[in-house]
Nanobody, 115 residues
Framework: QVQFVESGGGLVQDGGSLRLSCTASGTTSRTAMSWYRQAPGKRREMVARISITGVTSVSNSLRGRFTISRDSDKNIVYLQMSSLKPEDTAVYYC??????????WGQGTQVTVSS
């Protein structure tokens, strides 16, 4: 099955930026992809998605701060996050869009924003 590998998280101060990367091994097909996050004690939520053709969508509450993009040649999907806030602290995951009920998830990458 497809293996999702996320990287790029870390500890950043309030107002800082990070760029997360995602690769999906085990597939040779280009596909729509999404970024999700799960904060402590909260449900996992989809924050952005990108279509096969590069059309993007970002959660209303994050628009203007988060940007999703992809390098199709390298099969990498990115999440650029800027003006980070403590409430953005979460584990970030990538997967197919609308995969909330999936049991196939990567390890995720921890993003911690200090105030």
């Amino acid at each position: 099955q497809v293996q999702f590998v996320e990287s790029g998280g870390g500890l950043v101060q309030d107002g800082g930026s990070l760029r997360l990367s995602c690769t999906a091994s085990g597939t040779t097909s280009r596909t729509a992809m999404s970024w999700y996050r799960q904060a402590p004690g909260k449900r996992r939520e989809m924050v952005a998605r990108i279509s096969i053709t590069g059309v993007t969508s970002v959660s209303n509450s994050l628009r203007g701060r988060f940007t999703i993009s992809r390098d199709s040649d390298k099969n990498i999907v990115y999440l650029q996050m800027s003006s980070l806030k403590p409430e953005d602290t979460a584990v970030y995951y990538c997967n197919y869009p609308f995969a909330e009920s999936s049991t196939n998830w990567g390890q995720g990458t921890q993003v911690t924003v200090s105030s």
